[in-house]
């Protein structure tokens, strides 16, 4: 029987986190669990709306998983979910956020609304805020010396300056001026309009998808 509740594949390979993570999202969610990447690679399919994907995992590591999910061209959203601390590394994976473990009930129930409310924007909007996300966790991370001396980080913030001015374009391009006006108006009153203008600050990325995704519809 079809249904309209969003599907979350949980993928741990630690059983007690897996059911705990079961247990958390169970009441707003269907979920589906894998304890590898070859069951995980199994148990994604057209139905799957997000993937919590550890990295550290047998017979396949989740950045093997991630990489095919990448090339398969599904349309879902991917967090990593993980104990490994990001590194310069994260810059080229294709998921869209990352959490470090442990996690708590309310980090992992806000990345799933986050990832679903995404998933309803255009691919421009999807790659600036995964490379929004990729810099904030770097930025948190890693000290200004280290961030200087990346070329991996110094690709990021280009991608991310490229990204924004696409959106900009692309907005101007869409709707009239005085929408455009009222458009900006709205952003300004949130603070992740900072992060839209240039500063690069994580704070407030959710309530501007809001914002985004109500002015669109």
Request: glycine residues 4%; negative net charge.
């Amino acid at each position: 029987m079809a249904t309209d509740t969003p599907t979350v594949l949980i993928v741990e390979d630690e059983p007690d986190l897996a059911t705990l993570y079961t247990v958390w999202l169970g009441d707003e969610y269907e979920t589906r669990t894998a304890s590898d990447g070859t069951e995980a690679l199994d148990a994604i399919d057209a139905a799957v709306d997000v993937v919590l994907l550890d990295r550290r995992m047998p017979t396949l590591s989740g950045d093997t998983v991630l990489e095919t999910i990448c090339e398969r061209d599904l349309d879902c959203r991917v967090a990593m979910v993980t104990a490994v601390e990001p590194d310069f590394d994260i810059v080229g994976m294709g998921f869209d956020d990352y959490l470090v473990k442990p996690v708590s009930k309310d980090e992992l129930l806000q990345v799933v609304d986050q990832l679903l409310l995404r998933s309803t924007y255009d691919d421009q909007l999807q790659q600036f805020f995964s490379l929004a996300s990729k810099k904030a966790h770097l930025d948190a991370e890693k000290t200004d010396a280290e961030l200087l001396a990346s070329q991996e980080y110094a690709a990021l913030e280009d991608r991310l300056a490229v990204s924004r001015v696409r959106i900009d374009e692309t907005m101007i391009a869409l709707i009239d001026q005085d929408a455009h006006r009222q458009l900006c108006r709205e952003f300004m009153r949130e603070p992740m309009a900072e992060l839209v203008q240039g500063d690069g600050e994580n704070e407030g990325m959710t309530d501007t998808a809001s914002d985004q995704s109500s002015n669109e519809r």
